[in-house]
């Protein structure tokens, strides 16, 4: 018996050095960079089934943006909310996810780059595309003022470059954020290698990110392609989300994450996260402005900066910008992005300047049955539509892989009975609502005896034209999406993946190696 465990007990050290040895040499020969934990085969391994797994050390920032770390915060009107009949922004408590915000606005000149761009690819064929992204300089406008060198000037002229654009509707500033996430991904696969700078783009021949990876789109080829390990492959093949290189999409930022961004109340943690503390797990005060617990809009420590005014607003009636001399806050309408004071995370003109486009649906219940995590409200669920052998269907003219509502039969077969619709932007507050299983005909009828309807958008922030109070965070407006003015704006954000807290921290509570417990 002793003889046996003798044999067996070699037997075993034996199989665990040969596999030792074997993924020592399979490294060392180049066949692989990981074993599966699972099953024990290869990773990245064409003579083990190929099965790719990528090296991946972590998200980088955008260009232009920064970080803010998500948390729980306290969303709604302030103590001091304007009376109201409609009491649509009671505060609550709500977390939001981890998110990359533009440090500014987006400026004419950035406008400018998309307008230049759809241009190239789509004039000749597709003119209307180009149209229809216009900006409205119309906007400038007014029956008793005169502001024609505004309407001539100021999305045009070299000396507007870095100034917000306006004149955008909703519907504009989310297809520039599709553009935007296209022309990042198209300029990340530059740089990796796998592509080559192509001028010749136009129609449906352009590079869209999902068109590339659905390999719709060659372009021109770069010199650093991706190996394809799978045994039956064609040796070389498309980069995939998997591959860690693309940049999640652009998009607007909803209401919660806008409010949460522009209150800056990392600020207020009495004791920040350090490399030696946890920090502290509680705010001590409530702004009411995006800079700080102080709530005034005049810069109050005692220096050469003293009684300056933070941000862009009308003090008072017919006072826009001061007098002269002593200019209050040294424009007379919009400033350049980089201008005033930064709010905690160091995103500039949270407050003032131009309003800016959120992402939500405007319903004056949002507050009601709210989720408590990424609140929103706004949902039309989408699918790409597919061809009879499953895969997707081909890019349209405009190089985009189409996409098709979700039905309601769809929801239905998902089992997803709590909604029973796709559509969500009136769910529990809006045009129709369910009750016994049958659909029973809403409140809100627009033209008749309300102005919210399902193109009804959110915008919050606060402008060069209006007064204090709109520049809190916590104040909200709405207007349809297809209206654009000279006083709202917009910037984009990026979903942080992965850890909340950036590249440097791993999710979740770490403690090091673990010590077994004797018995």
Known sequence: MKRKLIIVTLFCVGASTLL??????????????GVSPTTGW???????????????TGQQTPIGMVLVQG?????????????????NNVRRTVSVSSFYMDETEITNKDYREYIYWLRRAYINDLPEVVWAAEPDQTVWRSPLGYNEPFVKNYFAHAAYNNYPVVGVNWYQAK???????????????????????????????????????????????????????????????????????????YRLPTEAEWEY?????????????????????VFTDRNTLPWGPRNTARYDIHNMYQGEIMGNFMRGKGDVMGVAGALNDNADITAPVKSYYPNAWGLYNMAGNVNEWVMDTYRPNSHEDVDEFRSFRGNDYMKKAKQEDGTDEERDSTGHIPYLHVTNED????????????????????????????????????????????STKVYKGGSWADRAYWISPGARRFIQGNLSTNTIGFRCVVDRLGSPSGNNEQAGNSFGAQKKHRR
């Open 20 to 33: 030792s040895s074997c993924e020592s040499s399979s490294r060392k020969r180049g066949r692989g960079d």
């Open 261 to 281: 961004a522009a209150l800056g109340i990392v600020g207020n943690n009495p004791a920040p996260e350090t490399k030696r503390r946890r920090g502290e797990e």
């Open 42 to 56: 290869f990773y990245n391994d064409r003579r083990f089934g190929g099965y790719d797994v990528a090296e991946y």
């Open 175 to 249: 297809d520039f954020c599709t553009w935007r996430t296209d022309r990042v991904n198209e300029f990340l696969l530059i740089q990796h290698g796998a592509l080559g700078p192509n001028w010749n783009q136009t129609g449906e021949d352009v590079f869209t990110t999902e068109s590339y990876q659905n390999a719709q789109y060659q372009g021109t080829l770069g010199g650093n392609l991706k190996a394809d390990l799978d045994p039956n492959g064609s040796g070389t093949r498309a980069l995939n989300m998997s591959d860690g290189i693309f940049m999640p999409d």
């Open 71 to 87: 948390g729980r915060f306290t969303m709604g009107a302030n103590d001091d909310e304007m009376p109201t009949l409609d009491n």
């Open 411 to 454: 929801v239905a077969n998902s089992g997803r009975f709590r909604t029973r619709t796709a559509n969500l932007y009136a769910y529990k507050d809006g045009d129709t609502s369910y009750a016994g299983g049958a659909m029973i005909s809403g409140f809100y009828k627009f033209g008749d005896n309300s102005l919210i309807n399902d």
